[in-house]
């Protein structure tokens, strides 16, 4: 199993990005899903969470957005009204089940730079 993620890149304060993340390989089942990040020099958070519905950190809410397509094992980020303070390398995550009697196990994708500066 693996975690792909994409999107992040350079935006000016104000501006908007959206990360994607998809799961691929034997995958008979994802529960949790979520993004992380992490600054230089602190650890690493959790930004946003989804299992039917979103969960978020207070210092995002009202301006990112997490959604889940379950037909293609991938979750979403939109960020909006972007800040400085969210520059970061953003990580997915995901508790995926690989076989029907198996338990779920995280996965973590391989990060993704988001720099917010003008």
């Known amino acids: 199993v693996q975690l792909q993620a994409s999107g992040g890149g350079v935006v000016q304060p104000g501006g908007s990005l959206r990360l994607s993340c998809s799961a691929s390989?034997?995958?008979?089942?994802?529960?949790?899903m979520g993004w992380y990040r992490q600054a230089p020099g602190k650890q690493r958070e959790l930004v946003a969470s989804?299992?039917?519905?979103?969960s978020y950190a207070d210092s995002v809410k009202g301006r990112f957005t997490i959604s889940r397509d379950n037909a293609k094992n991938t979750v979403y980020l939109q960020m909006n009204s972007l800040e400085p303070e969210d520059t970061a390398v953003y990580y997915c995550?995901?508790?995926?089940?690989?076989?029907?009697?198996?338990?779920?196990?995280?996965?973590w994708g391989q990060g993704t730079q988001v720099t917010v500066s003008s």
């Open positions: 989804i299992l039917s519905s979103g």
């Open positions: 390989g034997s995958i008979f089942s994802i529960n949790f």
């Open positions: 995550n995901a508790d995926i089940q690989i076989r029907r009697w198996g338990g779920f196990v995280s996965y």
